[in-house]
């Protein structure tokens, strides 16, 4: 059972700067404007993303794949840890882990599901709405507002945010048929992506490289067999 009267003490952090961080009244003033309903509801969906598995990947036949959070969690950290002074890493970061969260009430739709690309957006919009309308006002407002910027692709950001999808694909290719013996078996997955970032298309680059000498190594017979 939920406490509704539960409230966290103020808690006073000193920094090595010598600033004061007020934690907890930051948590309150988020939690005053976002009923105890709420944040379960935002949670129990949040939380779909964690056990969703990538469908892709099971179209392929690999067991146990990677889950949608997996793939937000990865695509996230690379923006956190990424230097680039002409990029707002920062609003990157958001939007990696925004872009797929309407996937938590509409499941992860592909290409092999035959939905059309109107049908597609519109789930994926009215999900968005619906998650939106879980927060507080200008959280809301911001969510959607960066789930519209990366769907639209103009701007910096959802190029590289965009990149960072389709990198992300590759790397997971790459990973899957170094660990399950399908080496040379998820072409598909290496070239059907182009790049717009100059910083994506070099870790890209460089992963098809490292598959193709891992490639190169595996004889005929064992590069054929299927697990």
């Known amino acids: 059972m939920i406490d509704n009267n539960f409230s966290f003490p103020e808690i006073n952090v000193s920094v090595a700067s010598g600033h004061i961080c007020t934690w907890t009244r930051k948590i309150y003033d988020i939690n005053s404007d976002m009923g105890m309903e709420d944040v379960v509801e935002f949670c129990?969906?949040?939380?779909?993303?964690?056990?969703?598995?990538r469908t892709g990947w099971l179209y392929k036949g690999i067991e146990n794949p990677e889950t949608v959070a997996a793939h937000m969690y990865r695509m996230a950290v690379?923006?956190?840890?990424?230097?680039?002074e002409d990029l707002d890493t920062s609003r990157c970061m958001k939007m990696a882990l925004v872009h797929d969260l309407g996937e938590s009430?509409?499941?992860?739709?592909?290409?092999?599901?035959?939905?059309?690309?109107?049908e597609k957006q519109k789930r994926e919009e009215d999900a968005m709405k619906k998650i939106a309308s879980l927060l507080p006002a200008g959280r809301g407002e911001e969510v959607l507002?960066?789930?519209?910027?990366?769907?639209?692709?103009?701007?910096?950001?959802?190029?590289?945010?965009?990149?960072?999808?389709?990198?992300d694909m590759i790397m997971q290719a790459?990973?899957?048929?170094?660990s399950t013996s399908r080496q040379g078996q998820l072409e598909e997955f290496f070239h059907s992506s182009t790049f717009r970032t100059e910083i994506i298309?070099?870790?890209a680059s460089r992963v098809?490289?490292?598959r193709n000498e891992n490639c190169s190594?595996?004889?005929q017979s064992s590069s054929n067999s299927t697990s």
């Open 174 to 178: 790459f990973e899957y048929e170094m």
């Open 217 to 219: 190594n595996v004889p």
């Open 78 to 84: 690379l923006t956190f840890f990424l230097q680039n």
């Open 105 to 118: 009430i509409i499941g992860d739709i592909t290409p092999f599901d035959n939905i059309s690309a109107e």
């Open 201 to 203: 298309a070099e870790w």
């Open 208 to 210: 098809k490289a490292l």
């Open 44 to 53: 129990k969906l949040v939380g779909h993303l964690k056990h969703l598995p």
């Open 145 to 167: 507002q960066l789930f519209q910027e990366y769907e639209e692709g103009k701007t910096a950001v959802a190029k590289f945010v965009k990149d960072l999808d389709k990198f």
